[in-house]
């Protein structure tokens, strides 16, 4: 009886320690799928009644908000040389701001026009807050916004850096956070203890510019580039497998049942078998080549956004396309899925769609113009939609 | 009352000395993380400071490294976000006018007494116009642009100009520079932006050298070693010697292409020299869409091998230390193999300044040229100069 009692207890902490359900903890989610399960109490018909609140930011950002509990944090940079670095932290229910902090920029913050230097999207683990600039600049504080360490990469290592901008969002698995900084003059990945911010490992990677984003794959990390992937034990940097027949440099991978789906001569679905350690490259399909924007994996079905606005459906065991609508883009965002419902807000006017995927083929239900050019990847969290541009944070949800 | 004033300072030197401890844990952080669990610790013990140890934090920035900065700038953020509009500002105002200290954390007070006073601070904006921090200056700048911009409407053309003199003299910022140089020059007045900025303007080149596989960066060729201006190479497929190349651009614009035509994997040299009347410390500020490095006085101070991102002035800030008299700087400039209309740029532009951005001229500098010469076409000028 004891016993059980203390696996009682053991599990009720491990419960208050681990993410909740409803949480959004890096670029794409908690997994970094894309992916969370249908929430009836998430809007469907928009309007402007649902627009629960919009607030303003301090500067520009293209990084997503993520949502810890009711803490939804979001970066920002501002300044006419943006070497000025936000981090916010929003009560998700009201919009109330509840702390800001600020930094200054240790690295380079020379991007394109179109971006800027709060392009990578922070990531959390529940209990820190890691937030990574394009300048480098890697800061972790905790969810009061107390500062538990920082890092300035480009300080330690000086050429890692892209004129046009960085915009690789770091994630976090177990206790180590990996961040993927490649460009054309001093690439690494590295894994970074998230308890004290000094380096588990780090290793050299491809001298070649790339924004795409690691994704974790089960318990293991993915990192994209020109080569391919190479699919890595987080806490070791070991690199387990790879496939090695190129990839994108701009979307990122996407993952579901197990495999790997990767922008690589239009769509390439990969998995891994670890008892014979080989890997298997299920399908190719070119028609499936994303945009900017990366692929989504929902129900069986892979979901693809090209670079002309068309939503392709693609079953998932052999990339044949089932059907294929077309949105009203340009996207720079990736487009999430909550059950049977895709959102996808577009670049110039943010304009938030949202395709229903249970019929025959897919179709949008509700459009509401933010009116506002978006490029950030939306979050969804405590049955809402959270929305940012560069001058306003929205959340969309049902009055 | 002498007891009452002894505990007072007491209790003041106590209060000083325990903030002074967690500083200079903090101050300790360096590369790689190193530093980071013991300042989480001091950071800790910093931010739960009451308001009054504001100023010491901000002094404590003076000297700090980038890194340090930004743990001390979070803990002034914390305590003062406690603190409300309850700030010490007579405190935070002595320190905003020590123009000793750190830059950053003068605007930092400077912000803080805004948020306790607005009145206040929008009253100290027009001293600011000379401050060595351009985050504070830039305020005083803004101001002075939109009284100029105020009489010219009111058609005081001569007031205007004056009003838009005195705000270039000030201006430090890319953008604001631009704006009032545009705005003299439709006044008629003449603007010299290549002595406004400290861009070097006339040098020696030499190209092209090999840069297939764009292996010739790290490849050391003749100039590296040692620089004759007298002396013929082996090139690239012929026979190179130094050549005088000057130009005329706003933005000091050195353009390998006019010389050497528009090459490919190909590597040039641009040589120069620079008088200083005493030794200082300096910026050498550059801007470059090609793989580079650049020597002072034979010393690499940096390089970097990455191709056709992107240009734009002070793109790269590298510290440096001139000497007092003749100080030779070398550019290395690399070509690489792409043939994409965007990819035809193999230029660079150089100023010499101060940490602040104000221009750090040679005593032996010649007039701007002319333009004409040295005048780069006006597709490329747009897409990069005014980025």
Redesign the interface.
């Given at each position: 009886m004891r016993t059980m009692k203390l696996i009682a207890i053991a599990c009720a902490f491990a419960l208050s320690i681990s993410p909740s359900h409803a949480d959004w903890l890096q670029f794409r989610g908690t997994d970094s799928s894309g992916f969370v399960a249908a929430d009836p109490r998430l809007p469907e018909i928009l309007d402007e009644k649902n627009i629960a609140w919009k607030m303003p930011l301090p500067g520009r950002g293209l990084s997503s908000p993520i949502v810890i509990g009711d803490k939804l944090v979001v970066t920002c940079s501002s300044g006419v040389e943006q070497d000025r670095l936000h981090v916010l932290c929003f009560s998700s229910s009201d919009g109330t701001l509840l702390w800001e902090r600020q930094f200054w920029a240790t690295g380079r913050t020379m991007a394109h026009e179109k971006t800027c230097v709060a392009a990578p999207t922070p990531a959390s683990d529940g209990e820190r807050i890691f937030a990574l600039f394009s300048s480098n600049d890697l800061i972790c504080l905790d969810l009061d916004g107390g500062l538990l360490w920082l890092r300035g990469l480009t300080q330690d290592y000086p050429n890692a850096s892209n004129s046009l901008g960085l915009a690789s969002s770091p994630v976090v698995v177990g206790d180590t956070l990996v961040v993927h900084i490649e460009n054309d003059s001093q690439s690494f990945a590295a894994g970074i203890d998230t308890a004290t911010g000094l380096n588990r490992w780090r290793k050299d990677r491809t001298k070649r510019a790339n924004w795409s984003s690691p994704v974790v794959f089960g318990d293991r990390v993915v990192l994209q580039g020109s080569e391919g992937v190479d699919v890595l034990v987080p806490a070791t940097g070991e690199i387990e497998w790879r496939y090695g027949t190129g990839a994108s440099t701009i979307p990122s991978s996407a993952v579901g049942g197990g495999v790997l789906y990767v922008p690589s001569n239009g769509l390439a679905a990969v998995r891994y078998d670890s008892s014979n350690k080989s890997v298997e490259e299920t399908w190719v399909e070119g028609s499936l080549r994303p945009g900017t924007a990366s692929p989504v994996v929902a129900d069986e079905k892979v979901y693809v956004i090209t670079s002309a606005g068309v939503l392709n459906c693609a079953d998932v065991e052999d990339g044949e396309r089932l059907w294929r609508i077309r949105l009203e883009g340009p996207f720079g965002a990736s487009p999430v899925v909550a059950g049977s419902r895709l959102f996808a807000v577009n670049e110039r006017q943010g304009l938030l769609q949202i395709v229903d995927l249970e019929g025959e083929e897919g179709e949008i239900i509700g459009k509401l113009e933010l009116g506002e050019m978006i490029q950030a990847t939306p979050a969804i969290a405590n049955h809402a939609i959270f929305i940012r541009s560069d001058g306003h944070l929205w959340k969309i949800s049902r009055p | 009352m002498r007891a009452i004033i002894v505990i007072l300072m007491l209790g003041q030197a106590l209060a000083c000395g325990s903030i002074a401890e967690p500083i200079d844990v903090i101050r300790a952080v360096s590369?790689?993380?190193?530093g980071?669990?013991e300042?989480?610790a001091a950071?800790?013990e910093l931010?739960a400071s009451e308001p009054s140890g504001l100023v010491p934090i901000l002094r404590g920035m003076r000297g700090a490294?980038?890194?340090a900065?930004?743990?001390l700038?979070?803990?002034v953020?914390?305590i003062a976000?406690r603190a409300g509009t309850d700030l010490p500002v007579a405190e935070l105002g002595d320190f905003l006018l020590d123009t000793r200290q750190n830059p950053?954390a003068r605007r930092l007070s400077f912000e803080l007494i805004a948020k306790a006073d607005p009145a206040l601070a929008e009253a100290l904006v027009p001293g600011m116009l000379a401050d060595p921090s351009p985050?504070l200056r830039?305020d005083a700048v803004a101001r002075l642009i939109g009284q100029a911009k105020s009489l010219a409407e009111a058609e005081n053309q001569a007031g205007a100009t004056l009003l838009y003199r005195q705000a270039l003299g000030a201006a430090r910022?890319i953008?604001q520079v631009k704006a009032v140089s545009k705005q003299l020059r439709e006044l008629g007045r003449e603007v010299d932006l290549p002595q406004h900025f400290g861009f070097l303007m006339r040098w020696k080149v030499i190209a092209p050298f090999d840069n297939l596989g764009r292996e010739g960066f790290d490849r050391v060729y003749p100039p590296e070693e040692r620089i004759d201006l007298s002396e013929t190479y082996d090139g690239k497929g012929k026979k190179v010697q130094w050549q005088p190349l000057e130009t005329s651009n706003d933005f000091g614009i050195v353009d390998f292409n006019k010389p050497f035509g528009m090459l490919k994997e190909a590597v040039g040299y641009a040589y120069t020299t620079f008088e200083s009347e005493a030794a200082r410390p300096v910026e050498l500020r550059l801007g470059c869409?090609n793989a580079w490095k650049v020597w002072l006085n034979g010393e690499l101070l940096?390089g970097?091998?990455?191709?056709h991102?992107?240009?734009?002035i002070d793109?790269?800030r590298i510290p440096a230390q001139l000497k007092a008299g003749e100080n030779e700087i070398l550019v290395k400039l690399c070509q690489n193999e792409q043939t994409e209309e965007w990819t035809v740029q193999w230029e660079f532009q150089l100023r010499v300044c101060d940490s602040s951005g104000t221009a750090v001229l040679s005593t032996k500098r010649l007039a701007t040229p002319e333009a004409g010469s040295g005048r780069r076409p006006n597709r490329r000028a747009k897409q990069d100069e005014t980025?």
């Open positions: - | 590369m790689e993380g190193e980071n669990v300042a989480a950071w800790r931010a490294n980038p890194l900065a930004n743990w700038r979070s803990a953020d914390t976000g950053r985050e830039r910022d953008d869409k940096f970097r091998d990455e191709y991102r992107g240009m734009r793109q790269y980025k």
